[in-house]
């Protein structure tokens, strides 16, 4: 759990405000409990750095997936950019005020101690002179959130359902070229990052790619794949290759050359 933590403060915006309230466990274990996805957390950390914690903002999702191009290489689509806000809100992480475009909104972040309130003290019984307290009824199970806990008890909002949706939707893509993916492991959580239609074109990718060459580790292989999209090197052709060249190649050359 740390270690994730960790991972995901490094890819933080640089210029946060320092009276920003830091990611803590409790954060990650409140994603974890409402199945919210990285991306979503991701967005969740830019909102925090945007302002104070309960204090009305107006922040600009085009900003945010511009920032994520940077880091991730590509932005989000929009319809996936606009459901990972829709999860923040149906968990009641952000409150919108007023909502000028989908991409424009007024809103709070709450924070976590909204979130998760305090649990009330039991009240002391007395009976016979000696003092009880009424115990929660167990059911022999661990709350904390771990690999083994299970979620199929708990009810889900329609957008987190909807996020599990597309979740086993990319699992199942995966499953059927003989990718199999252990849902949940950490490191699988990063394929949930990405479209299930750039999954597919790095599972045709993988097709081809595994008739010249053994690929000994296909999980690790596919991620790296959507993380630099292969396929769209694949597809490259004379005329893109050209005018790319000449995009990225200076135009002026230098005085003294």
């Not at 466990?25 to 830019?46: G, N, T």
């Not at 991409?103 to 016979?128: A, E």
Request: a positive charge; glycine letters at 2%; aromatic letters at 10%.
């Amino acid at each position: 759990m740390t270690h994730q933590t960790n991972q995901t403060n490094s890819i933080m915006p640089e210029n946060s405000p320092k009276s920003s309230p830091p990611w803590t466990e409790a954060h990650e274990a409140f994603c974890y409990q409402h199945h919210i996805p990285p991306a979503a957390k991701i967005l969740w950390q830019w909102l925090m750095r945007q302002g104070q914690i309960a204090s009305e903002i107006e922040p600009d999702l085009s900003e945010f997936n511009t920032w994520v191009a940077k880091t991730r290489g590509k932005p989000y689509a929009h319809n996936y950019l606009k459901k990972i806000f829709e999860i923040l809100v149906s968990c009641r992480v952000l409150q919108v005020i007023k909502q000028y475009s989908w991409k424009i909104t007024k809103l709070l972040v709450r924070p976590l101690s909204w979130l998760n309130p305090p649990k009330k003290r039991r009240k002391k019984k007395l009976h016979n002179h000696n003092s009880s307290y009424d115990l929660p009824a167990s059911n022999g199970t661990n709350a904390e959130p771990g690999v083994n806990s299970s979620s199929n008890s708990i009810t889900l909002t329609t957008a987190e359902f909807e996020e599990l949706e597309r979740q086993h939707e990319i699992l199942i893509a995966c499953a059927e070229y003989q990718i199999y993916f252990d849902p949940n492991k950490p490191s699988t959580r990063e394929m949930f990052e990405f479209d299930i239609e750039d999954v597919r074109l790095a599972l045709k990718h993988f097709v081809k790619r595994s008739q010249r060459q053994v690929i000994p580790n296909p999980q690790g292989w596919l991620i790296a794949c959507l993380r630099n999209c292969y396929w769209e090197d694949e597809t490259l052709k004379l005329s893109d290759f050209l005018l790319a060249l000449k995009s990225w190649f200076p135009g002026n050359l230098p005085r003294d050359y």
